[in-house]
T-cell receptor, first 113, second 111 residues
Framework: NAGVTQTPKFQVLKTGQSMTLQCAQD?????MYWYRQDPGMGLRLIYY???????DKGEVPNGYNVSRLNKREFSLRLESAAPSQTSVYFC????????????FGPGTRLLVL | QKEVEQNSGPLSVPEGAIASLNCTYS??????FFWYRQYSGKSPELIMF??SNGDKEDGRFTAQLNKASQYVSLLIRDSQPSDSATYLC???????????WGAGTKLIIKP
């Protein structure tokens, strides 16, 4: 039982390049989330998927797109990376709504030059 | 805009003492409250959750919730150097699929 996994662990991009961050969970959770965390700041929600087949914007969705590929996988795409997207990205999952615990992946450290 | 506020710290506590971490929230209707611990360079991990007013104890950790005053706190008894981390407070948001996060309090336990 690996929990929540993310790939890659670290990535360097040039401004304007694109990339997709991958996330998978093996806990049969319904909801999945993408956050970014910048130094000295809390977690900011980019997008979430309450259940397979649905996605919704969070607090900071601009410059990102997501795909809920199936119940296990939720990917985050940067179409044209900008230095302001330099951050640590965390994927999380939650079994159900309503006060449940979110479980986090190990994170992807992204540097955009 | 719903908010969760935490003192960023760092909070320095001697080993063996009680560490007290506080969090206030703006939405009076919030029902679920979480404390996560995040070691440097690692992902957040859940320590405790609390739904009802009062105290909830789990080992050396006690969460306290006061809905009337809109604050939630975390007490760590017999603090150990391994407790040194950033502690994130999270509160259920508008949608019960979302959490609103505080910026975290950095705790340093001095041997």
């Amino acid at each position: 039982n690996a929990g929540v996994t993310q790939t890659p662990k670290f990535q360097v991009l040039k401004t304007g390049q694109s990339m997709t961050l991958q996330c998978a969970q093996d806990m049969n959770h319904n909801s999945m989330y993408w956050y970014r965390q910048d130094p000295g700041m809390g977690l900011r929600l980019i997008y979430y998927s309450a259940s397979e087949g649905t996605t919704d914007k969070g607090e900071v969705p601009n410059g990102y797109n997501v795909s809920r590929l199936n119940k296990r996988e939720f990917s985050l795409r940067l179409e044209s990376a900008a230095p302001s997207q330099t951050s640590v990205y965390f994927c999380a999952s939650m079994r159900l709504a309503g006060g449940e615990t979110q479980y986090f992946g190990p994170g992807t450290r992204l540097l955009v030059l | 805009q719903k908010e969760v506020e935490q003192n960023s710290g760092p909070l320095s506590v001697p080993e063996g003492a009680i560490a007290s971490l506080n969090c206030t929230y703006s939405d009076r209707g919030s029902q679920s409250f979480f404390w996560y611990r995040q070691y440097s360079g690692k992902s957040p991990e859940l320590i405790m959750f609390i739904y009802s007013n009062g105290d909830k104890e789990d080992g050396r950790f006690t969460a306290q919730l006061n809905k009337a005053s809109q604050y939630v706190s975390l007490l760590i008894r017999d603090s150990q150097p391994s407790d040194s981390a950033t502690y994130l407070c999270a509160v259920e948001g508008d949608s019960n699929y979302q959490l609103i996060w505080g910026a975290g309090t950095k705790l340093i336990i001095k041997p």
